[in-house]
């Protein structure tokens, strides 16, 4: 099965700066996906980002918010941009593995704290 | 609009059986999923049913019925490793994951 990796796993930010998380999977994948879970809290899916193409906002977020790279088909990153304390939450890359249309697995997170 | 509903805390005895309970409302369905998280990691794939019945993988079953929007997580022998939240999710008819909020099952010695 494929690996994942997140980086950083952790970051302490000031308000009012950006910063840019990184996914990484170990096989090629078409859809990667990109979610926030604050506290206590289950996942909301911020955007789906397939290679080749725009990512695909959910409601509530916008691309000058969070703006996706996918430049290939092992790799994408989310910024969060222009951070308040309100950003502060875990931020998961999550992947469909090839051949499958239904299972997603997770990378391990970034915990972002926003001060 | 699409929701799902499961317990926000369960608590249960070491070597015993619980049952967590989903219900789910999507528009479309494609299967539902079972996910367990453990406290700062991320969430690991359990189950995903999408016929009707009972899956079997060792300690953990689900099951589903699709006609009363209704899974449920079942798991026997309970070891004090199980203490994690469990997340259900439905799949829609565009195979977006709609998650509920996870039930945190608290094992006791």
């Known amino acids: 099965s494929a690996v994942i990796s997140q980086k950083p796993s952790r970051d302490i930010c000031q308000r009012g700066t950006s910063l840019t998380i990184q996914c990484q999977v170990d096989?090629?994948?078409?859809?990667m996906f990109w979610y926030r879970q604050q506290p206590g809290q289950s996942l909301t899916l911020i955007a789906t980002?397939?290679?080749?193409?725009?990512?695909?906002?959910e409601s509530g977020f916008v691309i000058d918010k969070f703006p996706i790279s996918r430049p290939n088909l092992t790799f994408s990153t989310l910024t969060v941009s222009n951070m308040s304390p309100e950003d502060s939450s875990i931020y998961l890359c999550s992947f469909r593995p090839p051949g499958s249309s239904v299972e997603q697995y997770f990378g391990p997170g970034t915990r972002l704290t926003v001060t | 609009g699409q929701n799902i509903d499961q317990p926000t805390e369960m608590t249960a005895t070491e070597g015993a059986i619980v049952q967590i309970n989903c219900t789910y409302q999507?528009?479309?369905?494609?299967?539902l999923f079972w996910y367990q998280q453990h406290a700062g990691e991320a969430p690991t794939f359990l189950s995903y049913n999408v016929l009707d019945g009972l899956e079997e993988k060792g300690r953990f079953s689900s099951f589903l019925s699709r006609s009363k929007g209704y899974s449920y997580l079942l798991l026997k022998e309970l070891q004090m490793k199980d203490s994690a939240s469990y997340l259900c999710?439905?799949?829609?008819?565009?195979?977006?994951?709609?998650w509920g909020a996870g039930t945190k099952l608290i094992i006791k010695p």
């Open positions: 999507t528009s479309g369905f494609n299967g």
């Open positions: 096989s090629q994948v078409t859809m």
């Open positions: 999710a439905a799949m829609d008819s565009n195979y977006q994951l709609i």
């Open positions: 980002a397939n290679q080749g193409s725009e990512a695909t906002y």
